[in-house]
């Protein structure tokens, strides 16, 4: 079982337990004091959990995030002097830097209700970054995009409902532009492509997008329209097919590099597992991948049979990979998005390159779930990205190197608008999470953008997009 999944599973548990006590609590109340207020209690009891205290975290919001970055990282000598944090040495930008603020970060009382945040305010921009309720801890901001205001002195560093309880560090990390280079972003399921990467792909002189499933399971929304459950399956599988073909077009990636493989969502673990046998459809009652292949412009070697196996996969891989020879690779980080199908692409990719003649320069990871925090990026959309929860322990050897690139105003309109063309991110959300909204935006003080109503219009449409780079 996966890390995520375990922690789920002690969650739903611990939650159990705490419903069956408070059950108690309020059948003793009701014999003893009044048989109507176990009833009033019970509803304020919900409506204080569904606005203050429903997010998924996995951990203390007094933990210190455990980051580690490569011991030659350049680390600036910076003050918080007021509100202004001041270099003790003065910075030359050259225009390709990601700049990251490490610093404690104490909670205020309502910083348990209302999500603290610090705003950053420089001359032309204000940013702000949201972290946990009860944050009481060391704390990444990114600082990418201020570093003008950082150099002339003129950046703020402001709590809402939090303040800055320590000294703070500042690294900063040069890259070389992947826009300027051919990038190929590996999207396990459409969306994913344009979630992680719709800015650096949009922007990229030359970009290929390779969907690897067709993600046609949990297909709900179309049984409701009367269709049988296989059938439901296949025309939402048909449906991110075309996604994924036609929506990298609005950022400006020309037909014939798009890739659709139609492997089936959720089999990939089964595929690595058994890699010469084929792993069927959970839900479509299909085993034969063609299906979903059918607006690709390029032949692939699985094309011939269509089977859905590992080897087929990698077969797959390897003609893409030398056709379209990318010097940046951007996939799901196989230790912060711990999707078993994000773990499984990524693997089969770095499975692929193996004693090929062609290999990329540079590897860029990106995380669209998270093990500890359902809920990241915090805060609004159209606000910056801070560093996801790490907790990588004390004897962790990983070092971890960030990329960042800001979004103009522009790209960030074209980003939710891509999004929106996902049908998968257009059904409206249960009635149970519309509920939860409105009590969360009445009395926590939150906000969901106007673009949409999943909930990923709010966690992607950012300042930034963020990455952790590796190099070959």
């Known amino acids: 079982m996966g890390r995520k999944q375990q922690l789920l599973k002690r969650h739903r548990r611990n939650k159990r337990m705490a419903l069956l006590i408070g059950l108690v609590l309020l059948v003793a109340i009701g014999v003893l004091v009044a048989w109507w207020l176990p009833l009033l209690l019970a509803i304020g009891a919900w409506v204080a959990h569904e606005a203050w205290f ?33 270099l003790e040495n003065p910075l030359k930008l050259l225009g390709d830097e990601t700049l990251i603020l490490g610093v404690p970060i104490k909670s205020s009382w309502l910083g348990r209700f209302l999500d603290p945040a610090i705003e950053l305010l420089g001359t032309d921009v204000r940013d702000q970054q949201t972290f946990e309720r009860g944050v009481d801890g060391l704390r990444y901001l990114n600082l990418t ?10 950046l703020r560093v402001r709590g809402r409902f939090c303040r800055v309880s320590g000294s703070p560090r500042v690294w900063l990390f040069h890259h070389t532009d992947p826009r300027r280079q051919r990038v190929m972003v590996i999207a396990p399921h459409a969306d994913d492509a344009e979630l992680a990467a719709y800015g650096l792909y949009s922007q990229a002189d030359e970009a290929w997008i390779v969907t690897l499933t067709a993600g046609e399971i949990e297909a709900g929304h179309y049984q409701q329209m ?7 399956a296949r025309t939402k599988g048909r449906l991110r097919a075309w996604d994924s073909i036609a929506v990298p077009r609005w950022g400006g990636v020309p037909e014939a590099h798009c890739v659709q493989l139609g492997y089936f969502c959720l ?45 087929n996969l990698l077969a797959d891989l390897r003609a893409l990979l030398l056709k379209a020879r990318p ?30 003649e062609w290999q990329p320069k540079t590897i860029l990871g990106y995380a669209n779930h998270l093990h500890d925090n359902d809920r990241w990026p915090m805060g609004d959309a159209h606000s910056g990205v801070s560093l996801p929860p790490y907790f990588a322990g004390a004897d962790s050897t990983d070092e971890l190197i960030p990329y960042s690139l800001e979004l103009s105003a522009s790209t960030q309109r074209d980003k939710a608008m891509a999004l929106g063309m996902m049908h998968d991110l257009q059904p ?39 990455f952790w780079r590796k190099d070959s």
């Open 145 to 154: 995009g201020l570093g003008a205001a950082l150099a002339d002195g003129s």
């Open 226 to 232: 009367g269709m049988p459950r296989a059938e439901a």
């Open 428 to 466: 409206p959300p249960p009635f149970k999470r519309r509920v939860r909204r409105w009590l969360q935006q009445l009395l926590a003080g939150r906000r969901w953008p106007a673009e949409g109503e999943n909930e990923f219009f709010r966690k992607a449409v950012r300042r930034h997009e963020l």
């Open 54 to 86: 429903a997010d998924h975290l996995f951990y203390s919001p007094g933990d210190d995030y455990q980051y580690r970055f490569p011991a030659d990282s350049e680390q600036l000598n910076v003050r918080l002097d007021g509100e202004c944090l001041r």
């Open 327 to 356: 010097e940046v690779l951007v996939m799901p980080h196989p230790s912060i998005d711990p999707h078993p199908d994000h773990i499984c692409a990524q693997a089969a990719v770095l499975e692929a390159l193996q004693g090929l």
């Open 267 to 311: 089999q990939l673990p089964a595929m690595q597992a058994a890699p010469d046998q084929p792993i069927a459809s959970r839900e479509a009652d299909l085993s034969d991948t063609r299906l979903f292949r059918q607006f690709n412009s390029m032949p692939l070697p699985g094309d011939t049979d269509g089977a859905p196996t590992w080897n």
